[in-house]
């Protein structure tokens, strides 16, 4: 599997912009990298994806870098629902796309 | 719409015991997973179902066994539970498993196994 690099834990404060990087120097050009968080005691939930180009929805931005060898998510604005374990996953169709391979993500603290 | 649920969400075993987690989805999935996660650590996929009727095994599927009988719904048994087993349980499904589609997840399942 392609595999992603990220910090074991991040700290930031209520209502600043928290920027989670992600590295994967690995990829191949049709890996899809997304990004999953799970909040405490709960199932992971997705968060955002993309291929290319950087891209948005009402949770988040994900940059990805011209060579696409890393990422960043960006949450514009954190609130303390937003403290979670963030989780950045490379999707192939070699080792299967049913497969999601989770590493031990980044740990998101949120301050108040 | 209740999405992905899973029943029960706390069980204690002891080892040697069988049981039978069952996750239920509503949103008419093709794809349906169960992964485990031991503490600290990130997901592992147990086994995974391509539809009704069919399973395939995951990244660690030793020791469980699942079915797929209803689209709907998908078991993970245990026949002869080992400590090594005590994990939180979380079954997952999805639309199709192209390379963007969500995977949509359940609470979770906490077993003990002493």
């Known amino acids: 599997d392609a595999k992603t690099t990220q910090p074991n834990s991040m700290e930031s404060n209520e209502e600043e912009p928290v920027h989670l990087p992600c590295n994967h120097s690995?990829?191949?050009?049709?890996?899809?990298i997304h990004w999953y968080r799970q909040l405490p005691s709960q199932g992971p939930e997705y968060v955002i994806h993309?291929?290319?180009s950087n891209v948005n929805n009402r949770m988040a931005s994900l940059a990805i870098a011209e060579d696409r060898k890393s990422s960043t998510l960006i949450l514009h604005r954190a609130t303390l629902r937003d403290a979670a374990v963030y989780y950045c996953?490379?999707?192939?169709?070699?080792?299967?796309?049913?497969?999601?391979?989770f590493g031990q993500g980044t740990r998101l603290t949120i301050n108040p | 719409n209740a999405g992905v649920t899973q029943t029960p969400k706390f069980r204690v075993l002891k080892t040697g015991q069988s049981m039978t987690l069952l996750c239920a989805q509503d949103?008419?999935?093709?794809?349906m997973y169960w992964y485990r996660q031991d503490p600290g650590m990130g997901l592992r996929l147990i086994h995974y179902?391509?539809?009704?009727?069919?399973?395939a095994k995951g990244e660690v599927p030793d020791g469980y066994n699942v079915s797929r009988l209803k689209k709907q719904n998908f078991l993970l048994g245990l026949e002869s539970a080992a400590p090594s087993q005590t994990s939180v349980y979380f079954c997952?499904?999805?639309?199709?498993?192209?390379?963007?589609?969500?995977?949509?997840f359940g609470p979770g399942t906490r077993l003990t196994v002493l």
């Open positions: 997952a499904s999805s639309l199709l498993a192209g390379l963007t589609d969500t995977q949509y």
């Open positions: 690995t990829i191949s050009g049709t890996d899809y």
């Open positions: 993309g291929l290319t």
């Open positions: 996953i490379l999707r192939d169709t070699i080792q299967g796309a049913q497969k999601l391979v």
């Open positions: 949103m008419n999935h093709e794809y």
């Open positions: 179902s391509v539809g009704e009727g069919t399973t």
